[in-house]
């Protein structure tokens, strides 16, 4: 365009800032906040499972991260630590104060092989080993010939007319 007007052409764009220089792939998940978090959360005794779900964290994630990752293993298990000990101390201040149920609870928990309820025992009565058996009872019959007219019935169940 030979006679246009060169104070209509449009200045050139100013080039775009500059976008901060990220690792390649998806962003972190177990950010230092979130794994604080976790921490405070499996501490307090949250399940590992429910603490990656309520953080949207998978569980195989949290497990690759555990295990690259010492300094983060070392801060979970000592955290931890720390919480089973605050709590025992509280179990073991009510059973000294005389609080049997407390008191069970430790035993029960801390020498499971001596004192909990885990074992299933199962006897017959009164302590009687089980015994396998099958009893069929039918009803008294006057006379034996009765007692033929019921199909499937083995011939010395009717010996006596009683199934005896």
Request: glycine residues 8%.
């Amino acid at each position: 365009m030979n006679g246009a007007d060169p104070s209509l052409t449009p200045a050139p764009l100013p080039p775009p800032p500059e976008r901060p220089k990220r690792p390649p792939g998806y962003p972190k998940k177990l950010t230092p906040p979130v794994q604080a978090r976790l921490i405070e959360a499996i501490a307090r005794g949250v399940p590992i499972g429910h603490a990656c779900a309520a953080m949207r964290i998978g569980h195989d994630c949290f497990s690759r991260f555990r295990n690259a990752h010492p300094d983060f293993e070392k801060s979970l298990q000592e955290a931890i630590a720390a919480a089973i000990e605050k709590r025992l101390k509280v179990v073991e201040d009510a059973a000294g104060r005389g609080d049997t149920g407390c008191a069970r609870w430790l035993l029960e928990h801390l020498h499971p092989q001596f004192f909990a309820k885990s074992r299933l025992e199962i006897t017959g009565a009164e302590g009687a080993p089980l015994t396998g058996a099958v009893a069929l009872y039918l009803p008294k019959k006057e006379s034996p010939e009765q007692a033929t007219e019921i199909e499937g019935v083995p011939e010395r169940m009717i010996a006596d007319g009683n199934g005896h």
